[in-house]
């Protein structure tokens, strides 16, 4: 980014809190609306009901001033909404909220947002437990692969603190409709390595209604499909040995880049991720 980039951005009293690639995507601020991000439907061929049962359990996104019962209004980080991922009210229940766009240059790409989680604080206790994880991924494909590399934070397991990051490189079965529709199912518990390093203690407050705000950052190259950055908060990451689910093409996907966030309960109440803002950038001539 040459100086004139870099003073602009930093002129943008809301993309100036953002450190994003000279090409920008998008840049989305949930306080004026959804800005393309909706529920992640899963595939079916001849009836809705032969979808994955993944796939069945996600709710859609919704806006949110994050209102609770002895506050009123907290309200989003810049604004007054946010977008709001609820899971339904059951153990090791997920949802997903999901962008679908398409790439215009094989290139570098970062994706920056601010987010924080909670359970729903339908008892009078900190329920720290209570989130299993949250995460982010991408979905890409190019001439070859179909490529989806995936983050969580383990937020705890069971009745233990995890607070690990963490990724997935394991392809799962597919089941197939016909030759242009098939099916899989890639959120799931199992097949995650923890990246390198510590645990990341991340800010949860003391009551069950009040939240703190975390900054995340993911680089990724689509010319070599690889990490190239991850950072959350002070952390950053080594990614040089992390990799992605990585599938042969499939038809009709060429050139997608769909962005998704993701949450999972560990108790049988609802966890609800947020999303102040999302930045997705490249670079390219």
């Not at 790409?109 to 437990?129: Q, V």
């Not at 769909?258 to 966890?271: H, I, L, Q, Y």
Request: net charge negative.
């Amino acid at each position: 980014m040459d100086a004139l980039q870099q003073a602009i951005f930093r002129a943008d009293s809301e993309l100036s809190r953002f450190d994003p690639l000279p090409r920008v995507f998008f840049f989305d601020r949930f306080n004026r609306g959804y800005n393309g991000w909706t529920t992640l439907v899963g595939n079916y061929e001849d009836d809705i009901d032969r979808m994955h049962p993944g796939y069945q359990q996600l709710t859609p996104p919704m806006l949110s001033n994050l209102t609770h019962w002895d506050g009123g209004s907290h309200g989003a980080m810049g604004g007054t909404y946010a977008l709001k991922t609820a899971t339904r009210a059951k153990a090791e229940a997920q949802s997903v909220a999901i962008k679908r766009i398409t790439f215009q240059r094989a290139c570098p790409i970062k994706l920056e947002f601010y987010f924080t989680f909670k359970p729903e604080a339908s008892s009078l206790k900190l329920s720290k437990l209570d989130v299993r994880s949250i995460g982010v991924l991408f979905d890409l494909q190019d001439d070859a692969h179909r490529v989806m590399p995936h983050l969580r934070y383990l937020n705890a397991h069971g009745g233990r603190s995890v607070q690990r990051w963490q990724y997935k490189d394991k392809p799962v079965d597919f089941k197939r409709f016909s030759d242009e529709t098939v099916t899989h199912y890639h959120l799931a518990d199992q097949d995650w390595i923890d990246l390198p390093g510590e645990a990341q203690e991340l800010c949860y407050n003391e009551i069950p209604t009040k939240v703190n705000w975390h900054y995340a950052a993911v680089g990724f190259d689509l010319r070599s499909m690889r990490y190239t950055h991850f950072q959350c908060n002070d952390r950053v990451y080594d990614m040089s040995d992390a990799g992605s689910l990585t599938l042969d093409a499939m038809p009709n996907l060429r050139g997608m880049l769909n962005v998704a966030f993701f949450a999972e309960a560990n108790a049988d109440k609802r966890t609800f991720l947020y999303l102040d803002s999302v930045v997705l950038s490249g670079e390219w001539d």
